[in-house]
């Protein structure tokens, strides 16, 4: 949509119906998806928060149900696209406020959790993480794994019919790679869905393999792969004394600030896949660059040179994928290193990842204006027609 259509399409009024409906059938599919933490709380005997949950759940289930059933228009405005995804996290943070409420959390701090979680910022305002309980702290994990690629995206790979235009406009609305649609609405988010899963298989499987506890191996890699940062320790990484396996994780969040349709081309095409994707191989200079600065802007300290290596790969790791992950006491820090890790995260990863920022693709397509107008001043001025 051209910068010419945005004001009247905003200034079109929302239809309520349409709203009601199509919010409902996320609402069902959050029910879904809560009851993964169900589940775990059920195996861990937190009694409690099970029990929140699922009186949380029985509400939304008694409001959505007759809702999904309205009859609204197929198509659905721009402005609709842009209400109903905003407040599709708005709603699943609702009903993940509650539960975290019998958690010993304040209504304020509760929410503040359930909107950190689901929108994948990481802020936090809990202390002494650890005396929660487990189904608790892969509540909060499995908030951002879900929010990371979006809640529209599970509604409609797990839901709606590809009836087409609504199907379409929900998923062009709230998948940020619009250039490579895989198929019709629904396949693109099912395709994306699969691609998503398996790697949070692979990082799971990676991290338990490398002995790590399964309750921090699973919350770790769903804050990994959705580039979110939760962790269930208050020191984050620096809690965990090897170095590989922060490392490990820190890697969940590479992997989740690449590209998702780049796995799928990256399948079809095999690996020559990778001379053609220029954000890959920015990610990868982006990354090296920091972690150099980093290293650099340390050298004052009394710490090793291995030591520093080490720190500066983790940080600066976390950092270029916005995960949030720290292996050291970030307050420390020199002001050089700060800002680099500010610059870092400013940009952040691919467009399509879970990976917050401005984009690796916009910060390149700027950089390449900036040469084409530096170049243009260089050219000599065409000659005048009237001279002649």
């Not at 199907?167 to 619009?178: E, K, N, T, V, Y």
């Not at 290596?309 to 994928?321: C, E, F, M, P």
Request: charged residues 10%; proline residues 3%.
């Amino acid at each position: 949509m051209s910068f010419s259509n945005v004001s009247p399409a905003l200034a079109q009024p929302v239809r309520y119906r349409v709203l009601t409906r199509y919010l409902a059938h996320i609402g069902l599919v959050v029910i879904v998806l809560r009851l993964v933490p169900i589940s775990v709380s059920w195996l861990n005997g937190d009694w409690a928060f099970m029990i929140n949950q699922l009186g949380t759940l029985a509400v939304l289930s008694a409001i959505c149900l007759p809702l999904s059933r309205i009859q609204a228009p197929e198509d659905i405005a721009d402005n609709e696209v842009l209400v109903i995804s905003a407040l599709s996290f708005f709603l699943s943070a609702a009903s993940g406020c509650i539960p975290f409420m019998s958690e010993g959390l304040s209504d304020i701090d509760a929410f503040f959790e359930a909107v950190s979680a689901v929108t994948t910022t990481g802020l936090s305002t809990l202390s002494q993480i650890q005396q929660h309980s487990a189904g608790f702290l892969f509540a909060r994990s499995w908030m951002q794994w879900y929010g990371g690629l979006g809640i529209v995206v599970f509604s409609i790979g797990l839901l709606f019919q590809d009836k087409g235009l609504a199907a379409r406009r929900l998923a062009m609305g709230d998948i940020s790679d619009s250039r490579d649609i895989l198929g019709n609405a629904r396949a693109h988010s099912v395709k994306l869905l699969t691609i998503y899963c398996a790697l949070t298989v692979f990082a799971i499987s990676l991290l338990l393999m490398a002995g790590v506890a399964p309750l921090s191996a699973v919350t770790h890699a769903l804050s990994g792969i959705s580039t979110g940062g939760f962790s269930i320790y208050d020191s984050s990484l620096a809690a965990i004394d090897q170095w590989s396996i922060q490392f490990m994780i820190v890697l969940c969040g590479v992997l989740g600030a690449v590209s998702l349709p780049f796995y799928y081309r990256l399948v079809q095409n095999g690996i020559q896949e990778l001379s053609f994707n220029l954000e890959i191989r920015a990610l990868l200079g982006l990354s090296i660059w920091v972690i150099g600065l980093l290293f650099f802007c340390s050298g004052g300290n009394d710490e090793n040179t291995l030591l520093r290596l080490k720190h500066a790969v983790i940080l600066g790791l976390s950092a270029q994928t916005t995960t949030g992950f720290a292996n050291v006491d970030v307050v420390a820090l020199d002001n050089a290193s700060k800002l680099s890790l500010i610059f870092s995260m400013l940009i952040g990863g691919s467009i399509g990842s879970t990976a917050g920022g401005i984009k690796i693709l916009r910060l390149l397509i700027v950089l390449r204006l900036l040469q084409f107008f530096i170049q243009r001043t260089r050219c000599p001025l065409m000659p005048s027609w009237n001279g002649i």
